[in-house]
């Protein structure tokens, strides 16, 4: 699996990706959601995880975004603030919202890597 992962704070990216990579899943972080998007328009991915909050763009809009080329891709959102996760029930599907701190038992479940 791939997973395109999208957090501000780099130390968390970092550190998430770290934790999330291994023989089944291959983790791609970005810090900046400018970059993340123009990445996720020339490459390939199965599943997001993005931050809500953002400075460029929220995690929602970056969603939007991405989901015009890549339609069978799952999101998960996350943030301290759930709330600021504005969705439109008409248009934003995804997979879980989570609250940070995350728990990684329930990130494993969402992702599908506890099995």
Known sequence: ??????DDNAELADNLAELLASERTEVFAHHDATAALAWG???????ALLDVRMPELSGVELMR??????????F????????????????????AVLTKPLDLPSLAKVLGLDA
């Open 76 to 95: 998960v959102l996350m943030s301290a603030y759930t709330q600021d996760a504005e969705l439109d029930p008409t248009q934003d599907t995804v997979a």
């Open 1 to 6: 699996m791939k997973v395109l992962l999208v």
């Open 41 to 47: 328009r020339t490459h390939d991915f199965d599943t």
């Open 65 to 74: 975004l991405l989901r015009v080329g890549h339609p069978a891709a799952r």
